[in-house]
């Protein structure tokens, strides 16, 4: 069983280094344990519970400073400088059709839950897509 475990750690490693997602580095730990586990015991069911049992302990200790690295962090581009900038509605924008806003000297199709006459002043709320969300300034 010796050899067993020492292939699964290499097999486990290898995918590991092959998907670099961190998906199965907590069982390679586990399989190294049971790993030094043969050479105390003969006993397969220790030898898997001690593999089941680091795996675990492995996985509940590092997945929140895993979790931590592989934060999704939003990329800020240069469109987000619209969000809160005041905009004038070009095209008139309704509950039901796209409109157009000009913000920052750029025309950007908008769209809006409420009715908007040319002219009027918007705040642009956040980007969807290449369309502006807009609200009446105030809102």
Do not use: H
Request: charged share 20%.
């Amino acid at each position: 069983m010796t050899y067993t475990w020492f292939i699964a750690f290499i097999v486990l490693l290898v995918l590991e280094l092959v998907t670099v997602n961190l998906v199965s580095i907590w069982f390679a730990i586990g399989s190294v344990c049971a790993f030094i586990t043969t050479f105390f015991t003969d006993s397969i069911i220790i030898q898997v519970g001690v593999f089941i049992i680091v795996s675990i302990i492995a996985l509940i200790l590092t997945k929140p400073i895993v979790k931590k690295f592989k934060a999704n962090e939003v990329i800020p581009t240069n469109l987000d400088r619209v969000i809160g900038k005041r905009a004038e509605v070009i095209k008139k924008i309704t509950e039901d059709e796209y409109g157009e806003v000009k913000v920052m000297g750029s025309v950007w199709t908008a769209c809006s839950n409420e009715t908007l006459e040319v002219g009027q002043k918007v705040k642009v709320k956040k980007i969807d897509g290449v369309k502006l969300i807009v609200s009446k300034e105030g809102n």
